[in-house]
């Protein structure tokens, strides 16, 4: 379960509550592995504006030495809803993430960067910078 709250000014909020409930799967073949994560956004409000997009993700990634995790990912959007209503979106992103790199007993660093692409006609946006950190423990 995900959650976002209304954070920040109006002009950068989405201006209500956002639950996130997700399921994930994955599997590993030696050095590679398969992930994917299928959700949905639930606004505590505004649904006209928001909608309830579904989120579909797979990520395919192949270790190299002990830390390095090239990937490729596919990201796929579609809303039932909201001012999207109808529409979907399928973005590629080539990246690498870094980690899990330990740094006292259990608890480790993960960092990851990824280009997206859009790949079909009107995506919100069409091409983003991705950076993600972790502390797994």
Same mark, same amino acid.
């Given at each position: #379960?995900? $959650?976002r709250a209304p ?11 956002? &639950?996130?409930?997700?399921? %994930?799967?994955?599997?590993?073949f030696g050095h &590679?592995?398969?992930? @994917?994560? %299928? +959700?949905?956004?639930?606004?505590? +409000?505004? !649904?006209? *504006?928001?909608? #309830?997009?579904? %989120? /579909?993700? @797979?990520?395919?990634?192949? *270790?190299? &030495?002990?830390? $390095? /995790?090239?990937? =490729?990912?596919?990201?796929?959007? /579609? /809303? ?15 990246? !690498?993430?870094?980690g899990r790199i330990?740094?006292?007993? *259990?608890? +480790?660093? @993960?960092?990851? =960067? ?5 790949? @079909? ?6 091409? %983003?910078?991705? $950076?993600?950190? *972790?502390?797994? $423990?």
């Open positions: #379960m995900g $959650f954070t920040g000014d109006d002009g950068s909020s989405n201006r209500h509550a956002i &639950f996130t409930p997700t399921i %994930a799967a994955g599997k590993g &590679f592995d398969v992930q @994917t994560t %299928a +959700g949905i956004s639930l606004p505590n +409000g505004g !649904l006209q *504006r928001l909608g #309830m997009p579904l %989120a /579909w993700n @797979t990520a395919f990634q192949y *270790r190299i &030495f002990r830390y $390095f /995790w090239p990937e =490729f990912e596919v990201n796929y959007t /579609w /809303w039932p809803n909201g001012e999207r209503e109808g529409q979907n979106q399928v973005f590629l992103t080539p990246g !690498l993430v870094v330990p740094i006292y007993e *259990r608890v +480790g660093v @993960t960092a990851g =960067f990824g280009y997206q692409v859009a790949v @079909t006609e009107h995506p919100a946006y069409h091409h %983003a910078a991705i $950076f993600t950190d *972790r502390i797994p $423990f």
